[in-house]
């Protein structure tokens, strides 16, 4: 097996694997999406909403917001001795308190005061609600770990998606140099190179053909490898990109091991 | 994860994994697929909103491997190759914060 980070900035991870097969892959992707942990608002309390917005749709938008998850310090709900009644140990509170004076007021993200500093929105520029002249919101927050499996606001990513690593082939003797290819193509993969036609960046290829197609004497060929893996995780902000797929492999191989743990004594 | 055995033959083995879903119960069938001695590996999902699979393993009986023992060792080469991943990630993830 071999790992190779091909780029990693704020919170988008894209890395080559060779050497796995296409249901290790998709594990990997579904363990990102529904297993791996994260901090979301379960529930809130509304002391005063005089704004325009039910306290329903207000709640439901408070959830969405992706919170920075301090995995060391809290419990899921299910592990923590309290036994999910909820306790400082599996859960935070948030508040927001904001009113308008004279003009319009737009409450964000970034209004909300957390009990613990490392526990806070990833962005403080989500927009939650318009407030008008003289309405004002008094909200208690309460944030808790879950996982994607429970609601799809746990899940600490917003993309995870893995797509094969693609061959690009030019038959220099049908090439004609047209250059056809060059133009079409959305990536940029074909340049012209001292007069013979060459290939750039062939892992940025969406395999889309649209070259293929264009192709008049039929010199290029698109293919892929089926035993690598281009992986790109995007997080929601709530944990690193690189930490989501650490954490993913933990969870994987504590679920491969409760099951041997169970067929070894059969 | 909450396994429980549905049918235990020498040859046939029959396990429900509560709360798994495709992706480990899709990776434990290519798992045990690629073992020669495997006459049958499959899974079912009774209802998409039960997350119950069923995996199934059957051997040939003619080369005499008995169904748990062809099922443990398919789980230990996938925790190894899980091993191998989670060991590769950090080593690649150290590299590139040097670089
Ligand atoms: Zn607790």
Redesign the pocket.
Known sequence: MDIMIIHRQDDVIHFLVEGIDVAFANALRRTMLTRVPAMAIDEVLVLENTSVMYDEILAHRLGLIPLITDLESY?L?QD????????????CTLTLEKESGSEDVVVYSGDLVSQDPKVNPSTGEIPLVKLAPNQRLIIEAYARLGTGLENAKFQPVSTVAYKYVPIVEVDKDKCTKCEACVEVCPKKIFVIDKDTLATQNTLDCTMCELCVQECEPGAITIGSKNDAFLFKVESSGALAPEAIVENAADTLKKRIRVSLDFVGKL | MKPRVIEQERYELKIEFQEEDHGFCNLLRKTLLEEPAVEFAGYNIDHPLLASPIVTVRTKKSSKRQAKVVLREALEKMLARTEEFRKDVNQAVSDYSVD
């Open positions: 419990n709900p923590c001795d309290c036994e999910g009644k909820g306790c400082s140990l599996c859960q």
